[in-house]
């Protein structure tokens, strides 16, 4: 039992959790059976860069997926293989455990973490937004609306995409689920076999991909004109800031060896964020552009939406993963960057709640404070500060790495 | 292991096999490079079924296996690019449409 | 990390990755609907990262969907940006003249502005009207900002004297040739001797793989890096020159 059981049982409940849902709220309004209707390509306000910029994400994905084998051999062979050995490595190993009963606790963890994350980040969110004072009343009346509409039909037209539309939601969830099986949360949970899974943090980033498909499907799905160019903005933000995050990632990963999110924190005698505040500072902004936080949500907000379409259980769905997804970032955020669960006096699970909410807390504050940005300023910023300045950030590590050895 | 390596060699055939009617048969400049694609990914999963069943130990199977993804990715970006090029010269990405790459 | 799956959970895998892998791939081929059929096609290559994960290659799998779930959607963007037709709809899958006339609405000032149900502008506040040909909601508004785009949609609207099929004459040809091509290597999986599988040693393959790369294996790295510095090359001046 490893955790690839973990995996499949995880996916297996999640999607089919959604899909019975989505089916119970499903209402009995006749559907036309072979809907695939004609969007005219949504290219209004899409200039020649996308198409660049997109071609040149290509590239650099695959760069960047070098970047890990090399960030976790980095001390071993240095910059050119010539200085092995001199850098004391640090020994640590957890201890495994292998078991049904243990595969089956991480699936339950993950669960756990996905939906009270979800809860706990739209519980921060909201308060950020509408002020401490009065929060907690607003709060219940949002608590109210959202069961009630739960299970409220959902008003499917006749021109959506119907795999897509309702696809969307059940890939979001059960993509957010899977990545949640590497979080670790505390001293017990960190000998689970996801957290200690060899490439956990590899497995982060591919969830934040498959949020940009599961929303580009459900605005492409939609056929409405606001749905297609979310979809489209939703594109725009994966190839923007993808590339930044990967490589602020990469930071952290060369000083500690490993893509296992448990060997990261147990590394952190000092959290790596002291040390790499500019990969923190990075790594912050470009998991608000992958996670749709304002004011970089561009397919989430305001009037071009790719949930322009949804009502009922697959609206709440998709809400729901996107909290998910944002409170995944910001615990991952503290594994790789806060010390993880570490911390003086208190246990480590608090210290865990503590520093994720801390990042919740400051990403949702930026959303306050700054006004949404448009599209071109989201790519120009992206391509031209943050790319950069990540780069900067793995050379600066690699030279302080090499000067304390 | 109780899958036999055939089982995998067998799914990479068929996958090349559809890549290889891919190829031959679609118009849309898109389509016959998902189909090439497909093709290279057959041969990724017979590199990377090989390295399990010969010699995990070494992990140059694992290594060729990321190459032909790299090659996979730089053909993805280029060929888009020579698409784009092409459709804004002639309105098409029909490739029996395009006879000569003269832009 | 491996080998510890039970058979049938195993086989179970097995089955399931390689159905989804072969069927996405023949849904990729057989849709009409170029979104669909790359979505079709990153549902099976993600299949096959999983049978890399199967192969107790979790590195390599890790990068697999990673790169082709981005590449995908990458691939779909450009799909639509030079594809007329890229939901299927003019190969008469959906006949857009069935749905109901007035089940959108547009105000009058903002032809942007549209809505499902009957109501008012968000921007202005006068009543929305019927839109009087919801099928053109894409292109209409899409003809005056670009002019490529005009002669696109002189295509569409020229309608089906165009010829949108996505498969051309050899298809038959095409189809003998990939049978032939499959059946010769199944028969050559089928007849040859195969060893049995190795136990694998406990690694951390990302460490492995990295080690390796920047030692014994520096060529394919550097090789890898010049490619991929070609290909940004490449690209940018493809896509710029116009």
Redo the contacts between chains.
């Keep these: 039992?490893?955790?690839?059981?973990a995996f499949?049982v995880a996916a297996l409940l999640l999607g089919t959790t959604s899909v019975w849902v989505l089916l119970a709220s499903r209402n009995a309004r006749p559907r036309?059976k072979?809907?695939?209707?004609?969007?005219?390509?949504?290219?209004?306000q899409v200039d020649?860069r996308y198409?660049?910029v997109?071609?040149?994400?290509?590239?650099?994905?695959?760069?960047m997926?070098?970047m890990?084998?090399?960030?976790?051999?980095?001390r071993?062979?240095g910059i050119v293989?010539c200085d092995s050995g001199r850098w004391p490595r640090v020994r640590l190993e957890a201890r495994r455990l292998?078991s049904m009963t243990v595969t089956l606790a991480n699936a339950a963890l993950a669960m756990a973490l996905l939906v009270g994350g979800a809860a706990w980040a739209a519980i921060v969110d909201h308060v950020m937004r509408s002020g401490v004072k009065g929060g907690s009343l607003q709060l219940a009346d949002r608590v109210r609306t959202f069961l009630s509409l739960l299970f409220a039909p959902d008003?499917g037209?006749?021109?959506i995409?119907r795999?897509?539309f309702r696809g969307a939601a059940p890939v979001a969830i059960t993509a957010v689920g899977l990545g949640a099986i590497v979080v670790p949360i505390g001293d017990s949970t960190a000998a689970l076999p996801g957290p200690q899974?060899?490439?956990g943090i590899?497995?982060y980033?591919?969830v934040l991909?498959?949020m940009?498909?599961a929303l580009?499907?459900a605005g492409?799905g939609a056929?409405?004109?606001?749905g297609?160019e979310a979809a489209?903005l939703a594109?725009a933000q994966?190839?923007s800031y993808?590339i930044p995050l990967g490589f602020a990632v990469t930071g952290a990963v060369m000083a500690a060896?490993?893509?296992s999110a448990t060997t990261l924190v147990l590394h952190q005698r000092v959290p790596f964020g002291l040390w790499q505040p500019l990969g923190l500072a990075i790594y912050l902004v470009a998991a608000m552009g992958q996670t749709y936080r304002p004011p970089v949500d561009l397919p989430v907000g305001g009037?071009v939406d790719v949930r322009v379409?949804y009502r009922g259980a697959a609206r709440r769905l998709l809400d729901g993963s996107l909290y998910a997804v944002w409170f995944l970032a910001a615990s991952m955020g503290v594994l790789l960057f806060l010390g993880g669960w570490r911390g003086p006096w208190l246990p480590g699970q608090i210290w865990f709640v503590l520093k994720t909410t801390l990042l919740l807390i400051m990403m949702a504050w930026l959303g306050v404070r700054f006004r949404r940005l448009t599209m071109a300023q989201l790519i120009r910023g992206a391509w031209l500060v943050l790319i950069p300045a990540s780069i900067f950030n793995v050379i600066l590590v690699g030279i302080l790495m090499m000067l304390a050895s | 292991m109780s899958v036999p390596l055939q089982a995998y060699l067998a799914v990479a055939a068929i996958l090349f096999g559809l890549g290889v009617y891919g190829v031959l048969s679609q118009r849309g400049a898109v389509m016959v490079l998902m189909s090439t694609e497909v093709i290279l990914n057959a041969a990724m999963l017979n590199t990377v079924a090989f390295w399990r069943y010969r010699n995990p130990a070494d992990f140059a199977g694992q290594i060729f296996a990321l190459v032909i993804l790299t090659i996979a990715a730089v053909e993805m970006a280029v060929g888009l690019a020579v698409i784009v090029l092409v459709y804004r010269n002639r309105s098409t990405q029909m490739v029996d449409r395009v006879a000569s790459l003269r832009g | 990390m491996n080998g510890t799956l039970s058979p049938p959970v195993e086989w179970l895998l097995f089955v399931v990755l390689s159905t989804v892998a072969i069927g996405g791939t023949f849904r990729m081929l057989r849709t009409m609907s170029m979104v669909r059929s790359g979505f079709s096609l990153m549902a099976s290559f993600c299949a096959i990262g999983g049978l890399f994960l199967l192969l107790s290659a979790d590195l390599l799998a890790s990068m697999q969907i990673m790169m082709y779930v981005a590449g995908m959607l990458v691939m779909v963007l450009f799909m639509v940006m030079v594809s007329p037709d890229p939901g299927g709809s003019m190969m008469g899958i959906a006949p857009p003249e069935e749905t109901g006339p007035a089940d959108e609405y547009v105000c009058p000032m903002h032809p942007d502005v549209r809505s499902r149900e009957p109501g008012q502008c968000p921007k202005c506040g006068m009543a929305l009207q019927p839109a009087p040909e919801h099928h053109a909601h894409g292109s209409a508004s899409h003809v005056k900002d670009h002019g490529q785009s005009a002669v696109q949609h002189g295509h569409m609207s020229s309608g089906m004297e165009m010829d949108m099929a996505m498969t051309h004459e050899f298809t038959r040809i095409a189809a003998v040739t990939g049978f032939i091509v499959a059946l010769g290597l199944l028969g050559a999986i089928a007849f040859a001797p195969w060893p049995a599988p190795a136990p694998i040693p406990a690694l951390d393959s990302a460490r492995t793989i990295g080690t390796e790369l920047l030692g014994r294996y520096m060529i394919a790295f550097e090789g890898a890096a010049v490619l991929i510095l070609l290909g940004m090359v490449g690209a940018v001046i493809f896509a710029r020159r116009a």
């Design positions: 039992m490893d955790y690839r059981v499949v036309d072979r809907t695939d209707g004609s969007r005219q390509s949504a290219w209004t020649v198409a660049v997109a071609l040149l994400f290509l590239a650099f994905d695959m760069e997926i070098y890990f084998p090399w960030a976790v051999a980095y071993q062979v293989c292998r008003p037209h006749q021109r995409d795999v897509l899974l060899a490439v590899f497995f980033l591919v991909d498959v940009a498909v580009f499907m492409w056929n409405a004109r606001p297609t489209f594109g994966l190839v993808l060896e490993s893509l009037d379409e």
